[in-house]
């Protein structure tokens, strides 16, 4: 017998056989399996076509197996009991509440959000593990595309059509200067005034700069290069050493900077005319067919309560 021979048969000519060898009987066999005898008599006579070999032996006390039959039979009940096997455990694994959840966020949310988050979740799904990573918004959104995490969480809406998007959390970008700089007593600044002042600004990527960038040109006709740029930085808490050490002054995200309000090391000066907001969103793929326990995820993610974002001077 050549091996290859082997690759054509199907599951439901392995069943019949075993059926067969149970019941003794091709007619008894056949209504096991909701055939017709003319049917079942069909899958064993395609077995042995196949094999090449005889597989059955028919006669008047009923069915028995060659010594080819009795080897395949025994195949057969291995390779069916493994494929029951496998769907009891998918079966169970569904219903199983426990799991891995691979998530990837922009820097605001994965520092100054999602770790309080994740600590509540915990509490309540032990079971459940978060492997969290953090990156700019668009390398988040690219490595949901490549599945490389099941979700993404950024500042911005995605506008790719593969990816799907749900707002979770409100923002607001708010202009800080240090506590001793010559603005810290002006009640708003213009956006005029601000254009001149040395201005540190988030990295190329950064959701915070996108959303900046585009309400500036959309609602001021004012583009970034006419800033005075001083310095280009790759996180916020970057940023804010920056504007502490006087470097200059900077848009960032209230929930960035809520605990150096809260303490005075930072202040908000209102932009005169302006307000900046976003939403925070959960992303993941439109092919994505999530789990039990991604759906628990999820659910808590959207009812979660985020403290109001910034501190006004009192």
């Not at 988050?117 to 990156?135: G, M």
Request: some cysteine; glycine content about 6%; proline content about 4%.
């Amino acid at each position: 017998m050549k091996e290859d021979r082997l690759k054509n048969l199907t599951l439901q000519q392995m069943e019949a056989l075993i059926f067969l060898v149970e019941e003794r009987s091709f007619s008894r066999a056949a209504g096991r399996m909701f055939l017709t005898q003319p049917a079942m008599t069909k899958h064993i006579r395609n077995m042995e076509d196949c094999l090449g070999v005889k597989v059955v032996n028919r006669g008047s006390g009923g069915v028995s197996l060659t010594p080819e039959g009795k080897i395949l039979y025994d195949g057969a009940r291995r390779i069916v009991r493994l494929r029951r096997d496998a769907a009891d455990k998918i079966d169970q694994l569904r219903e199983q509440s426990g799991g891995d959840v691979y998530l990837c966020a922009s820097t605001i949310p994965a520092t100054y959000i999602l770790p309080r988050a994740i600590s509540a979740f915990k509490k309540e799904h032990p079971d459940i593990r978060i492997f969290l990573k953090t990156e700019d918004s668009e390398e988040v959104m690219n490595m949901v595309l490549d599945r490389e995490v099941e979700i993404g969480c950024i500042g911005k809406s995605p506008q790719n059509a593969k990816l799907i998007a749900e707002p979770v959390w409100h923002d607001r970008l708010i202009l800080v200067v240090a506590a001793d700089h010559r603005w810290a007593k002006k009640e708003s600044v213009a956006v005029s005034e601000l254009m001149k002042e040395p201005f540190v600004l988030r990295e190329k990527g950064s959701a915070t700069r996108d959303v900046f960038e585009l309400y500036m040109k959309e609602q001021k006709a004012v583009r970034l290069a006419d800033f005075n740029i001083c310095g280009e930085l790759g996180s916020s808490e970057a940023i804010k050493e920056a504007v502490l050490a006087g470097l200059g002054v900077s848009v960032l995200s209230a929930h960035a900077v809520a605990r150096e309000l809260a303490s005075g090391m930072l202040l908000e000066i209102p932009l005169a005319s302006c307000r900046i907001e976003r939403r925070f969103y959960l992303i993941c793929l439109k092919s994505f067919e999530p789990r039990a326990h991604h759906k628990v995820f999820f659910d808590f993610l959207k009812h979660y309560k985020v403290a109001p974002a910034g501190l006004k001077r009192s």
